[in-house]
């Protein structure tokens, strides 16, 4: 998890929650009847599991902490009080789930995904990796992914590696083979394949039009 992030846990099945590192955490947590919230639990983890980035963690943080000022006055007012308090916690939860891009802004976990396959674009990765990675599942993650930059995330991999690799073909001599292996495919043959496919023509003929034209 990290900072503007909450999650619900059915505290009727096992589970364990501690720091990823040594740091020291600070958090809210409450520990609510299931009766309250146990229908939300389908809704929010039907594809995942994990924290959910909160649309306005502020507001939330608000009525997190209005909500225990409401517990301990115990009075008539506060019994409804936490009901609304409650029913606004669950709902922003339910909300930052289905609408993740929220107030105008991007999903930050999408483009730090982004940002992550377009850095290790060269190595070996999965989508099952990228997506575990950013603590989602994988087909939430994809959903989410093309939603937000427009492209599946494997088809945005794909079009990192091409992009590398015409970099590589006007300005260097190595061979298709050593150019397709330094960025990421696992043979010549599907890096072939894959460049042809998007950008109409072969690594060769590509490499020989531009060389053509610098000698122009």
């Known amino acids: 998890m990290h900072t503007g992030q909450a999650a619900l846990i059915d505290c009727m099945d096992y589970h364990l929650y501690r720091t990823a590192s040594k740091k020291s955490w600070t958090f809210l947590w409450a520990h609510i009847d299931r009766n309250g919230v146990s229908c939300y639990a389908p809704l ?10 909160l ?39 339910l909300s930052s789930y289905l609408f993740p891009e929220g107030h105008g802004g991007e999903n930050p976990d999408i483009e730090q995904a982004r940002k992550y396959i377009q850095l290790h674009c060269a190595e070996a990765l999965t989508m099952d990796e990228v997506a575990k990675q950013f603590h989602f599942s994988k087909y939430h993650f994809i959903r989410l992914f093309k939603k937000q930059v427009g492209l599946p995330p494997y088809e945005y991999l794909i079009g990192c590696r091409i992009r590398l690799s015409k970099k590589l073909l ?42 053509n034209f610098s000698a122009d």
């Open 170 to 211: 006007c300005n260097t001599s190595e061979s298709i083979s050593a150019i397709a292996i330094q960025v990421g495919f696992s043979s010549e043959s599907n890096f072939i394949h894959q460049f042809r496919t998007t950008v109409g023509i072969t690594p060769g003929v590509f490499r020989k039009n531009s060389w």
């Open 44 to 53: 929010l983890f039907q594809d995942r599991n994990d924290a959910i980035t």
């Open 55 to 93: 649309n306005d963690p502020e507001r939330f943080t608000a009525d997190f902490q209005a909500l225990c000022y409401a517990i301990e006055q115990d009075v008539l007012f506060s019994h409804a009080d936490i009901s609304n308090r409650l029913s606004s916690m669950v709902t922003h939860l």
